[in-house]
Antibody, heavy 118, light 107 residues
Framework: EVQLVESGGGLVQPGGSLRLSCAAS????????MTWVRQAPGKGLEWVAN????????QYVDSVKGRFTISRDNAKNSLFLQMNSLRVEDTAVYYC???????????WGQGTLVTVSS | DIQMTQSPSSLSASVGDRVTITCRAN??????LAWYQQKPEKAPKSLIY???TLQSGVPSRFSGSGSGTDFTLTISSLQPEDFATYYC?????????FGGGTKVEIK
């Protein structure tokens, strides 16, 4: 069974940093693109970033470029999101998801809440 | 960026009703469209990908159709567990984008 478990969320002040992790199990992690998707409170879904199987290709939504970095450790079946220069508008539940095919998201974690507030 | 527009934004329906949700892209995305279901306080769940392919384990009352810019998600006979919010998502071009969601409520 595919399992994705996020961690690392919490309360941080504007301008601060946070590192999210996603532990994957139940599938061959190194064979899949992986992604982060977020959802602000009461709002819809927003794709944040994708990373290729070997980490050689990364894509970001414009609003996080230069501030967020997606990475992975295939030896530890783990996905990460380093978030710097956090803004109030980054407040959201952050989901880790697995890409299938040309990257629809076929499995999702339970999410971790990031709150940016002073 | 490709904009995805869903309609309606919400609807009320009864158990057993046939429900149709539409999703329109402002550019041709071929068949690179997925549908997700999200229940309150839960992670989204994949329903359909490549516009019309049912994700494994999803009931056959769900179906998808369309190509190019116009797509539909149909629930042939609404069940109590189907009351949720539904999102479309294009994966033809970066940035990947979602529709605004359609909330299906009990009538």
């Amino acid at each position: 069974e595919v399992q994705l478990v996020e961690s690392g969320g919490g309360l941080v002040q504007p301008g601060g940093s946070l590192r999210l992790s996603c532990a994957a199990s139940g599938f061959t992690f190194s064979s899949h693109w992986m992604t982060w998707v977020r959802q602000a409170p009461g709002k819809g879904l927003e794709w944040v970033a994708n990373i290729k199987q070997d980490g050689s290709d990364k894509q970001y939504v414009d609003s996080v470029k230069g501030r967020f970095t997606i990475s992975r450790d295939n030896a530890k079946n783990s996905l990460f999101l380093q978030m710097n220069s956090l803004r109030v508008e980054d407040t959201a539940v952050y989901y880790c998801a697995r890409c299938a095919g040309d990257c629809h998201f076929d499995s999702w974690g339970q999410g971790t809440l990031v709150t940016v507030s002073s | 960026d490709i904009q995805m527009t869903q309609s309606p934004s919400s609807l009320s329906a009864s158990v057993g009703d046939r429900v149709t949700i539409t999703c329109r892209a402002n550019q041709d995305i071929s068949v690179w469209l997925a549908w997700y279901q999200q229940k309150p306080e839960k992670a989204p769940k994949s329903l359909i990908y490549a516009a019309s392919t049912l994700q494994s384990g999803v009931p056959s009352r769900f179906s998808g159709s369309g190509s190019g810019t116009d797509f539909t998600l149909t629930i042939s006979s609404l069940q109590p567990e189907d009351f949720a919010t539904y999102y479309c998502q294009q994966y033809n071009t970066y940035p990947l984008t979602f529709g605004g969601g359609t909330k299906v409520e009990i009538k």
